[in-house]
Structures are given as C-alpha cells and as structure tokens.
C-alpha cells in the first residue's frame, strides 16, 4: 500500500499563491497516476489537477485551469500543486490521491488519499 501526506497549505489573502506538496511513500511513486481533489464544507469532493505517470499529461478542472499547476519529481516521490491567483472560493482542504489506472476526475480512480491539507484564503 501506498501512504501519501500533504504539506504546505495555510492561511492566504485573496491573490497569493501557495504550492502544495504530497510525499508518497514506497519506492513505485513513477507507477502511480497522481491527482489532486478538494472538499470546502459541506460539498462533496472535487477534481482539482491529474497528472500522468510521466508528467506528459496534465488535466485539471474548470474553475482551476490557468490558475494551478500540477507537477512531479518522480526522484523525490512528490507531487505538487502550485496554485496562483487564489481566490475565497479556493478554501478547502485539499487532499493528494494514487491511483492505478489512468488521469482521471473521478474520486473512484484513485486507490489511496493522503489525510488533507487545508487552504484558507481570506478576501
């Protein structure tokens, strides 16, 4: 099994930016699809960024795309999330997600979820 923790989440103003982190544990990091999903309170949670065991295929949802940026360091076992032009509707927490088969923004695509970290950005 894989064990995926975030970092780097915290308290923004309306503009900033913040770049997230997951480490993933286990020495198959390249094997893994990795996305990136967010839940603000009270709504389900949703597709943020995917990308492809390589890095060669980015995807990332609507409200984000322009803004955010996802990467990997398949060396470092990590994934990013680097988010420009925060805005209040950003606020969530925001969790790092593996998965097996292919980039995807469907939850039920990823096998193994880090336990969240929170994005907080103040207007």
């Known amino acids: 099994q894989v064990q995926l923790v975030e970092s780097g989440g915290g308290l923004v103003q309306a503009g900033g930016s913040l770049r997230l982190s997951c480490a993933a544990s286990?020495?198959?990091?390249?094997?893994?699809?990795m996305g990136w999903f967010r839940q603000a309170p009270g709504k389900e949670r949703e597709f943020v960024a995917t990308?492809?065991?390589?890095?060669?295929?980015?995807n990332y949802a609507d409200s984000v795309k322009g803004r955010f940026t996802i990467s990997r360091d398949n060396a470092k076992n990590t994934v990013y999330l680097q988010m420009n032009s925060l805005k209040p509707e950003d606020t969530a927490v925001y969790y790092c997600?593996?998965?097996?088969?292919?980039?995807?923004?469907?939850?039920?695509?990823?096998?193994?979820w880090g336990q969240g970290t929170q994005v907080t950005v103040s207007s």
């Open positions: 997600a593996a998965g097996v088969l292919t980039t995807s923004d469907r939850r039920d695509s990823y096998r193994y």
């Open positions: 286990g020495r198959t990091f390249s094997t893994y699809v």
């Open positions: 990308i492809s065991r390589t890095g060669s295929t980015v």
